[in-house]
């Protein structure tokens, strides 16, 4: 059992980082500009904007999803949602990507 859990998270970490690779960080360094305004121009947050930076892409791809869905993520979901439901899987991907990458 303890091998097959081994091998699982293996699996997983493997997977997570070929996403990452597949990803474009060019593209996703385009879609960023956007969230500079709020996030900053290292992903450090601001104000009540939270820091993007040390996040991983799986993280920031769940947010933005869930954001897009219509869901009630936190008390800034009115102000996220209208940016990501412009998004398409491919943007979210790419920049959470990006952000993962460039602000680790």
């Known amino acids: 059992m303890k091998m097959y859990l081994i091998i699982a998270a293996g699996a997983i ?3 997570a980082g070929a996403n990452l690779q597949a990803a474009d960080l060019e593209a996703g360094a385009a879609t960023y500009q956007t969230c500079i305004s709020c996030h900053g121009p290292a992903a450090q947050g601001q104000a009540i904007f939270p820091a993007l930076a040390g996040r991983d892409a799986e993280y920031l791809a769940d947010k933005l999803q869930r954001y897009r869905a219509g869901e009630q993520v936190g008390e800034n979901t009115a102000l996220m949602a209208p940016h990501a439901t412009g998004l398409s899987d491919e943007e979210i991907e790419n ?4 952000i993962a990458e460039e602000f680790d």
């Open 95 to 98: 920049v959470s990507a990006y």
């Open 13 to 15: 970490a493997m997977s």
